[in-house]
């Protein structure tokens, strides 16, 4: 085959494939925002929990934070998507990776919550209690709005993460831009192809966030 | 049903147990393979990004950039399926050893590269003063000192790797999941199996993690210049 | 004076014939009783009985060598410490604990933060907020804690700062304000709460030699006020000009105690004496 009509031929596909994998990538990106609501949600109440004075609360965050950071990500969306129909629950493929890996990333940002949280100084604390705050009150209005600079590259650097990882879930069918690469390329024999744009979409789709992660980076280091 | 599926789990334990172990046995082989090949070429590309040729620092940065950004899997399927489309054929182990290892490869270029900086030109002054050439500077200044800056990262991505060998499943390496999964096809034992194999990937990234963390708590100490 | 020198840990009896009574305030009301405080830090016992009154309108200096337990002490009048044996009563009530009967039970977190608002403490490193402005640090208190709408706190704010003479900064972040311009504000800042009472812990021992006086000054007026003032300093002169009463502290006790003049020109207590002949002969040099 000449070059020519190689990629004459690679063209005319490529309209066949492309809206099929945008369409996908459009799924891939929802899951990408669904999970990191839940990552970002339960995550910081690990980390208050981590946090607490109640012993039983800490060390359940800390055993729950062990665990999850301890197994791969796809055995526990595994465990979800197969192994909760044991007790009765049956989420569909797509609420599963949402779940599992929401799950998975709270216990990743916790950490990062809880780093953030106690690099604020002491002394901030203890001023803030000399003029009468009561812990939520210091919590809200001097530690959190400090700690929130601190957290915001680690929190943008694992949403470019969880975007990546989002292609596991193609493991448990759930409809994303992965499991259409890999159906096209069983049906078309074309796995190169498809698996160059795959990557190439995913490098897409992360470009806007890497750049906004390193204008943030930029901001915070001068300014306050 | 649930009742009758945990009597048979406990009824075939020994196999099972058996089975899985294989595949952990398996995924420590990957994990170490693919953790070589990750640091030998993290290393080559640190040392090309900071070279003083510009056309090799865009190099080192465009592999970093292009093998960091895309996931792991589609590497894995690339190397695996895409390879074998055009002719060069690999079996799924070494396949998951050079795809964790390209990937990891351009994750640590970045941890090296800081490793390197991370020493002051005023230690290579330093070392120059004394009378000592830039090689034993290297070796005897730069080099235990940026080992010490690189050893905690490097254990953290060393835990992160034994975990993604999971991936590794899908192009039929025979690891833990991928052994995990095939159990499950035979048996239906889902949950049971999946809780095992939960435990088993615990048992091999807990002492791991414990030995980073001593690390890094020892990092605190003898700080670098 | 005594013939034979007395044990280390112990004033001895003529000299405690000679001190006044701890438990009688020089005059006037008393704001603050501390009853027999003790503070240990695992093995090591800090504070190993303090007995102590202050008078309201009182202004009490407490001096002392490092680790002789005098910022533990003042830390456990306002709780950021809690005491291991011993109360501290603040006009009349109990610090961070209740009683229930004839049981002392520790106080909630809401509970101690109201007793906080009362008194006002100005820290060695400043603390302050660094991501507010100076006016922003005033007016955070009166509006958080006090609940008083921003109007209104701003106006109080906007007249402490006028007050220690930072109105034109009102609008700077700390790390933008020099040593002496943060710790003034960290002043109007613990005013801006009204407390009863106000706590200065080693306020200048973190500046720069010349910025030490627009702090020192700021206290002169607040003093001149009729401020209660409980102060740990290691400016003698300023202890000298402004106190009703030096306390010296050693080794987690009072060893001493005594106007300024009694303290400072004729201190009888061996402790005493050589802790100011090292402290004072540095200061000769400044």
Not at chain 1, 157 to 182: F, G, Q
Not at chain 2, 23 to 43: E, K
Not at chain 2, 65 to 89: D, M, S, W
């Amino acid at each position: 085959m000449t070059v020519a009509a190689y990629y004459a031929g690679l063209w005319r596909l490529l309209q066949v494939w492309m809206p099929q994998l945008l369409v996908a990538a459009g799924g891939t990106l929802r899951m990408t925002a669904l999970a990191f609501i839940v990552a970002a949600t339960v995550g910081l109440g690990l980390a208050l929990a981590r946090l607490s004075r109640y012993a039983a609360l800490s060390r359940f965050a800390v055993f729950y934070i062990e665990i999850v950071r301890g197994t791969p990500a796809l055995t526990q969306l595994f465990l979800i998507y197969f192994g909760l129909t044991a007790v009765g629950l049956t989420l569909q493929a797509f609420q599963a990776a949402v779940v599992g890996l929401g799950l998975n990333g709270a216990a990743y940002l916790a950490e990062v919550y809880r780093a953030g949280i106690q690099a604020i100084h002491r002394g901030q604390r203890e001023a803030a209690q000399a003029i009468g705050m009561t812990h939520g009150l210091v919590m809200r209005f001097i530690i959190l709005p400090q700690a929130v600079r601190i957290i915001l590259p680690p929190m943008a650097n694992y949403t470019i993460s969880l975007l990546k990882d989002t292609s596991v879930a193609s493991l448990i069918s759930a409809p994303e831009l992965m499991l259409r690469a890999r159906d096209l390329s069983s049906e078309y024999f074309r796995p190169m192809n498809l698996y160059v744009i795959a990557g190439l979409m995913y490098l897409a789709m992360a470009y806007p966030l890497s750049r906004a992660v390193r204008a943030m980076e930029a901001r915070l280091s001068q300014g306050r | 049903m649930t009742g009758d599926s945990w009597g048979r789990a406990l009824a075939q334990l020994p196999y099972l147990v058996h089975v899985l172990l294989l595949g952990a046995a398996m995924t420590v082989q990957v994990t170490a393979g693919g953790f070589v090949v990750a640091i030998v070429l993290g290393l080559v590309f640190a040392v090309l990004k900071t070279a003083p040729a510009r056309i090799l620092r865009v190099f080192a940065t465009a592999y970093a950039e292009i093998f960091r950004g895309v996931p792991v899997l589609t590497q894995l399927f690339l190397i695996y399926f895409g390879l074998a489309n055009i002719g060069i054929k690999l079996e799924p182990v070494p396949a998951a050893i050079v795809g964790f290892g390209i990937n990891g490869g351009a994750y640590l270029t970045e941890v090296f590269r800081a490793g390197i900086e991370a020493i002051h030109g005023g230690q290579l002054e330093g070392a120059s003063a004394i009378g000592m050439t830039r090689a034993t500077a290297m070796w005897y200044v730069v080099l235990p000192q940026a080992v010490r800056v690189v050893l905690p990262p490097l254990g953290n991505f060393a835990i992160g790797l034994l975990k993604d060998t999971s991936i590794a499943s899908a192009v039929a390496a025979p690891e833990l999941s991928f052994r995990a999964r095939t159990l499950v096809d035979q048996t239906f034992l889902s949950t049971q199996i999946y809780l095992m194999v939960a435990v088993l990937y615990l048992a091999m990234s807990l002492p791991l993690s414990r030995v980073v963390r001593a690390l890094e708590a020892r990092m605190g100490r003898g700080h670098v210049a | 004076m005594p013939d034979v020198p007395p044990r280390m840990n112990e004033p001895s009896a003529t000299l405690k014939a000679s001190l006044p009574d701890p438990l009688a305030p020089p005059n006037g009301r008393v704001l603050v009783r501390v009853v027999d405080l003790h503070k240990r830090f695992g093995d090591l016992e800090v504070l190993k009985g303090i007995n102590l009154e202050v008078a309201v309108g009182e202004k009490l200096t407490i001096i002392g060598p490092s680790g002789s337990g005098k910022t533990t002490l003042l830390r456990c009048i306002n709780h950021l410490e809690k005491p291991s044996a011993g109360h501290v009563y603040i006009d009349g009530e109990l610090v961070g604990e209740r009683t229930i009967g004839e049981r002392y039970v520790e106080m909630k977190d809401r509970e101690i933060a109201r007793v906080r608002a009362k008194v006002g403490m100005v820290f060695q490193r400043f603390n302050l907020f660094p991501h507010l402005t100076a006016l922003e640090n005033i007016m955070i208190g009166p509006m958080r804690v006090s609940k008083l709408p921003r109007a209104e706190a701003e106006v109080i704010a906007a007249e402490l700062l006028r007050k220690v003479g930072l109105l034109h900064k009102r609008d700077a972040y700390p790390e933008r304000l020099s040593g002496g311009q943060q710790q003034r504000v960290a002043i109007a800042r613990a005013l801006a709460m009204r407390p009863k009472l106000m706590l200065f812990d080693e306020a200048t021992s973190a500046l720069d030699p010349e910025l030490i006086g627009e702090v020192l000054n700021v206290m002169r007026q607040l003093a001149a006020e009729g401020m209660t003032m409980i102060v740990v300093t290691h400016e003698m002169q300023f202890a000298d000009d402004v106190s009703d009463r030096v306390i010296f502290m050693d080794n987690g006790q009072i060893v001493e105690q005594g106007s300024p003049r009694e303290i400072f020109r004729s201190p009888t207590h061996p402790r005493t004496r050589a802790f100011l002949w090292a402290v004072l002969e540095r200061q000769a040099f400044q």
